[in-house]
């Protein structure tokens, strides 16, 4: 079945750092790719997304994108703030945005001053 | 429009109770999803809706596990006989199927079986 494994954590970074996440995949088709954040005492909200192989999602200073040949979507920013400390979920859909979403862990990520 | 709504927030049962979950969805989305999240895992597909209509239930929704939705709005999610595997944060999330924006998740109904 599909799966979704996120490096493990948590990650801590000083502010203005440049922060990688990895996540890679395992499906049986082409599916969606996602990156969902969690802030605290929040939902979990749509960070961006990739549809298809070499999609750039960006969204925020994030970007992540959809690697078929390593099955990967790793999430980079450049410069991180202490305002992006959060959980980041990698997510896939075999059938686009508004179906099944297969998630990894989280990861928890905080971003000292 | 304020967002994907879950009710109660927290619950403490005994085992072997009952629950039962509620979730209102953005008003014009016509999808609706229930997950659950367990600690430091990632959320785990239940079910979800068009409509009134259940489309797809995970392995994970045991017999004791019931979702509706009724007339296509709001949704709940009942627990029968509940046992403490189940304490977890529950997820629901709405979504406009024509319009490729993904989801809108609430904040959850955190359930703790005691």
């Known amino acids: 079945g599909d799966s979704v494994t996120q490096m493990e954590g948590p990650v801590t970074l000083s502010e203005e750092a440049f922060l990688t996440i990895n996540c890679t995949y395992t499906?049986?088709?082409?599916?969606?790719l996602f990156w969902y954040v969690q802030y605290p005492g929040e939902g979990l909200q749509l960070l961006l997304k990739a549809t298809k192989a070499d999609d750039k999602g960006s969204n925020k200073g994030f970007e992540a994108t959809y690697r078929k040949e390593t099955t990967s979507f790793h999430l980079e920013k450049g410069s991180v703030q202490v305002s992006d400390s959060a959980v980041y979920f990698c997510a896939l859909s075999e059938t686009g945005a508004n179906s099944k979403l297969t998630f990894g862990k989280g990861i928890t990520l905080s971003v000292r001053p | 429009d304020t967002g994907v709504s879950q009710d109660p927030r927290h619950k403490i049962t005994k085992r072997g109770q009952n629950v039962t979950f509620r979730c209102d969805p953005i008003?014009?989305?016509?999808?609706l999803y229930w997950y659950r999240q367990t600690l430091g895992q990632g959320p785990e597909f239940l079910t979800y809706?068009?409509?009134?209509?259940?489309?797809?239930k995970s392995r994970l929704l045991s017999d004791r596990f019931s979702a509706e939705r009724p007339k296509g709005s709001f949704s709940t999610l009942e627990i029968q006989r509940t046992e403490q595997g189940d304490s977890a944060m529950y997820l629901c999330a709405s979504s406009l199927v024509s319009r490729n924006y993904g989801y809108t998740f609430g904040s959850g109904t955190r359930l703790t079986v005691v």
């Open positions: 809706f068009q409509n009134e209509a259940q489309l797809e």
């Open positions: 008003s014009e989305h016509n999808r």
């Open positions: 499906a049986t088709g082409y599916p969606s």
